[in-house]
């Protein structure tokens, strides 16, 4: 599946939070186990209001993806090298969108000088960022009822 990558605007921020709230509900029942206080809990700050506050923060370093105008994915880090969300709408998991939004991060990372990105996985994404040279930095945490793996991986400059 080839996806357009590129630096999402507040004109995205609806579309960003509806590939978010469903990534969470349909691909992260591992996660959440469908038990609807821990889904509550997760999707609770997803919201269109908070997408625009998240890509206007300070030294963040957001990219969607986009296949044929529709918008199928989001990432963001923070300017410290956190990977805090990354999230892909269902029918496009397993086809390469993920890795490349993956990767521009990585540029984005490296082009502000961050050595190190930073991340705590779900379940659901773990192997995912495994196989792309993410590798863990500790034992998995609970937190709100949902266990975060952390990894790290250096970044290319």
């Avoid at 357009?4 to 579309?15: C, K, V, W």
């Avoid at 196989?131 to 400059?157: D, N, Q, W």
Wanted: some cysteine; proline content about 4%; glycine content about 8%.
């Amino acid at each position: 599946m080839n996806a357009h990558i590129r630096t999402p605007s507040l004109d995205d921020a609806n579309a960003i939070c509806q590939v978010i709230r469903r990534s969470i509900t349909e691909c992260c029942a591992a996660d959440h186990k469908d038990d609807p206080e821990l889904l509550a809990a997760w999707l609770q700050n997803k919201t269109t209001d908070n997408v625009c506050r998240w890509l206007q923060t300070e030294g963040a370093l957001p990219v969607i993806a986009q296949i044929q105008g529709a918008v199928v994915g989001f990432a963001l880090a923070s300017s410290l090298g956190e990977l805090m969300l990354c999230y892909l709408v269902p029918e496009a998991r397993f086809t390469g969108v993920g890795r490349a939004m993956l990767s521009a991060i990585e540029r984005k990372a490296a082009a502000v000088g961050i050595d190190t990105l930073r991340l705590e996985s779900t379940r659901t994404a773990r192997d995912f960022y495994l196989r792309y040279g993410f590798s863990p930095t500790g034992p998995a945490e609970l937190a709100f009822g949902i266990e975060g793996y952390p990894m790290s991986k250096s970044v290319e400059r």
